[in-house]
């Protein structure tokens, strides 16, 4: 599509939804006339910074269904992930939404060179997630054979790769690494695999990691990104120029703001991205702010896309960690120890990634004069509960060590509570 | 009063065992006796000193997690079957004994045995009316 008529259609989107919000979200009526902005003062993007943001907070207030612009008998879908305190974000579909992800999806995998005829093994997880399913909609539409793999059972993961041929594989990085090294263990040489491109996303990744992946399975690695506030995966996809990720931003409009003033970067600069799901029609946000920290790359790409693209996903504009493929906030452990010891412990969250594994979270918690014991049985079950009360939480396998006071660092002021190893450059 | 341990929790890293009995010589303060158990991540240093509240205080102030333990001493003869009678004496009731670890006095006729238990006063009195002798903490701490 050329450049005008994008942003023609995107300017109308974008007051039909507004419009539409406006009428049909109490909340997002209160937050416009909070901001003293009615849907007649958006004539088109050149007015969307008169619009208040929306953040995962306006989802806390309003859990589960509050944000949603459609009726519950219109909604045929609904996806979850971690917040921020425990209560999950909720995000709802209607028939169009399913619909429109499994295009933009479709859309992702013909930019990697996927068609019918390909046999498409989807290790994304099944369930809550929306990795999963997002991908498998968009790989039917196609008229791809999918293979519903799911996570986990990676020795069977390679054993089907093998035997239905597979051509395209959708996972996590860290578990496309994870598959290849279990197929060199089990003698597979890659080389002599149809297996073709992977689609990999959910965590953020760096071009070393890349280069491995393709090295090691024998394929071209493509960065997909998307967050389930906006739809799932699918908001943005590489092309085979590898060279950013392009943007469906006849769907989900593109900002990038700096975190702090709110103001818009110029442009080429770093700074967080916010999107406006303007098609969306159970949760359409406007100007969601993803906390993720990109920049919009000027110019065209060489495959001809008019899709602007935005760079890798490097970093975060708070605390949040995402391991593999699940949000972390250090605030749900934190809520977790108090639950345990009645006060808040000293805790340090060290996130690593050993060549070829998974992404690991160890939680380190400072042993305290109240839950001392000179008992190991005793502190082996405070250790185990801490455990499984994390991985309740989170919905993710960590490892819980107990330490000395005083030995995880202390800044000035704020505690740092996370420290991250992973290579992600 | 009954006998006191100090418990220290130490983490699997070198020079934190010889950080802990430097902290007690500088507080002069004599080690009688010391059991230490361990996971892959950290340990429980348990320590009988001739000066417990001197101990606890120093090792505090060095910054280490540090408890008090009620434990229970018991003199024996430093024969073969010595251990075996007064372990004997606690486990007949069927309580529970959750570690001990025992050590010789200084004229070598008499060990002293010590005994974590759960349920203190009964094992004291099963003691006892067994006839064994349980030392009182300044007995211990003049051994």
Redesign the interface.
Known sequence: MEVAALRALQSQRLRESVARVYETVPHYRAKLDAAGVKPADIRGLEDIGRLPFTTKDDLRETYPFGLFAAPMEEVVRLHASSGTTGKSTVVGYTRGDVRMWAEVIARTLAAGGTHRGDVVQNSYGYGLFTGGLGLHYGAELIGTSVIPTSGGQTRRQVQIMQDFGSTVLCCTPSYALVIAEAGREMGVDFGKLPLRVGFLGAEPWSQTMRLEIEAAAGIDALDIYGLSEIIGPGVSFECLHKAGLHVNEDHFYPEVINPDTGEPVAEGELGELVFTAFTKEALPLLRYRTRDLSVLIPGPCQCGRTLRRMEHVTGRSDDMLIIRGVNVFPSQIEEVLVGIEGTTPNYLLVVDRKPRQMDELEVQVE???ET??????K??ALTARIRREIESVLGLTVSV???????LARSEGKARRVMDRRDLG | MSAIQISVFLENKSGRLAEVTRTLAEAGVNIRALSLAETIDYGVLRLIVDKPGEARDALRRAGFTVSETEVIAVEMPDRPGGLAEVVDLVTRRGLNIEYLYAFVGQRGEHAVVIFRIDAAEEARAALKEGGARVLSAAELSRI
């Open positions: 042993v305290s004069a001392f014991s000179d008992e190991m049985a502190l082996e060590r107990l330490v000395e006071p005083k030995m």
